[in-house]
């Protein structure tokens, strides 16, 4: 086994083997919705679907789903288990037990599942309502569920996992809701999470939309970083707020999206008779349909990443310009970059294709490359995570 010498050794063995797992995840998962096809065995899910719901349309495509879900996490436990829980404790990044893990991980997949069986009764509906038209309304209403997420996920969704809380040192809670204010954030937005129930990693984001519009702060990041380089990541963070970043994302997402729709129904299309399947709404082509969902979003995810790594570079040339620093900006990426285990030097078509963020080496040269003043000021004072 390969045994990491030092933090940057362990950095790149980390990243090296979370690429192995990317990739081949990459390659299960189509592989096994192709099997489902090419073996027939979606066909005796349907059968077996059909004998448990009887004509029920609804209960078919539930049962349908329930099966194809069991079949996927035979497949997809295994991997779960071990970057999430094998590799995180390996090199020392989580902070969890078995028990605590197992607890979360079932949360995550009955939430998921939850959500996703009632998309697909409604996709399913959609598609007997208006075989036509389907992919059209079906992206609408993906559009209106993507926005109502959007909206709730910071007040239903991470209070499931994680607890909010108010930053306890009273000193950066002051410069923090200062930054905040200055750019025209309500102060009561920021808030810190325990991110240290899970892992040692550090992170903030920036997730909300419209009231519920908030910049979030690990604990592990309030804990471990100077008040200067808190602020760093918080302007950082509202950079993104200033731009309207989670409107773009959002739009940019609801554009590729509409493709997708579009690419499923011409391939629906062409391919059900062929494979059997008697029209769009037959669930035993569910398969086909996420196959082809999964090969337009591979084709696009390069663009898709492109797009959030500028976002991210404006963001952090925003914090540079707003706090008028380079040094507090480099150190804190330094640091994000070793506490996280993030690669120094990914490899090119790696990034390309998979990074939605610049990498740390970028993010510095971009600050060394700025003008301005190199010391910490005291009044006003951005990460591979944000």
Request: glycine share 6%; net charge positive.
């Given at each position: 086994?390969?045994?990491?010498k030092?933090?940057s ?6 990243q090296?083997?979370?690429?192995r797992?990317?990739?081949f ?29 009887g ?17 996927f996490?035979?497949?997809d436990l ?34 998921s ?6 998309l697909l009764?409604v996709l ?8 036509v ?6 992206w609408t ?10 909206k709730?996920?910071?007040?239903l ?5 994680y607890k ?10 002051a410069k ?6 200055r ?14 129930k899970t ?37 950082h ?16 997402g609801?554009a590729?999206?509409l493709?997708?729709?579009a ?11 062929s ?12 398969p ?45 990426m ?5 506490q996280?285990l993030?690669?120094?030097?990914p ?9 939605d963020?610049?990498?740390v ?6 600050a060394k ?6 010391s ?11």
């Amino acid at each position: 086994m390969e045994q990491p010498k030092n933090n940057s050794d362990q950095a790149v063995l980390y990243q090296r083997i979370r690429r192995r797992l990317t990739l081949f995840h990459l390659i299960l998962t189509p592989s096994l919705l192709g099997i489902l096809l090419v073996s027939g065995w979606t066909f005796a899910l349907r059968q077996n679907a059909v004998a448990f719901a009887g004509s029920c349309e609804g209960g078919i495509v539930g049962v349908y789903f329930l099966l194809f879900s069991l079949y996927f996490l035979i497949f997809d436990l295994p991997l779960s288990f071990y970057s999430g829980f094998v590799l995180e404790h390996r090199f020392g990044l989580s902070n969890q037990n078995f028990g605590q893990w197992l607890l979360d991980a079932l949360k995550k997949a009955l939430l998921s599942l939850a959500l996703s069986l009632v998309l697909l009764e409604v996709l399913y509906w959609i598609i007997r309502a208006d075989p036509v038209r389907w992919w059209l309304w079906a992206w609408t209403a993906y559009a209106f569920v993507s926005y109502i997420l959007g909206k709730v996920f910071p007040v239903l969704v991470v209070p499931l996992f994680y607890k909010y809380g108010k930053l306890e040192d009273g000193e950066l809670e002051a410069k923090v809701l200062a930054l905040a204010a200055r750019f025209g954030m309500p102060v009561g937005n920021v808030y810190s999470l325990n991110l240290s129930k899970t892992t040692q990693k550090a992170n903030a984001a920036f997730m909300g939309i419209g009231k519920t519009q908030r910049v979030v702060l690990s604990d592990t990041l309030v804990q471990n970083f100077t008040h200067s380089e808190v602020e760093v990541v918080v302007a950082h963070e509202l950079g993104h707020y200033k731009h309207h970043d989670v409107w773009r994302l959002l739009a940019f997402g609801l554009a590729t999206s509409l493709v997708a729709f579009a690419v499923g129904f011409w391939g629906m299309n062409k391919l059900a008779s062929s494979l059997n399947f008697s029209s769009a709404g037959d669930v035993a082509g569910l398969p086909l349909l996420f196959l082809i969902f999964y090969g337009v979003n591979l084709v696009l995810m390069p663009l898709m990443n492109a797009y959030s790594r500028r976002l991210e570079r404006a963001a952090d040339l925003f914090a540079l310009k707003a706090l008028g620093t380079r040094d507090v900006f480099i150190s804190c990426m330094n640091k994000l970059g070793e506490q996280n285990l993030a690669d120094p030097e990914p490899p090119a078509w790696y990034e390309w294709f998979f990074y939605d963020h610049p990498p740390v080496r970028k993010r510095i040269a971009m600050a060394k490359r700025q003008t301005g003043d190199s010391s910490e000021t005291s009044s006003r004072r951005p990460d591979e995570g944000p």
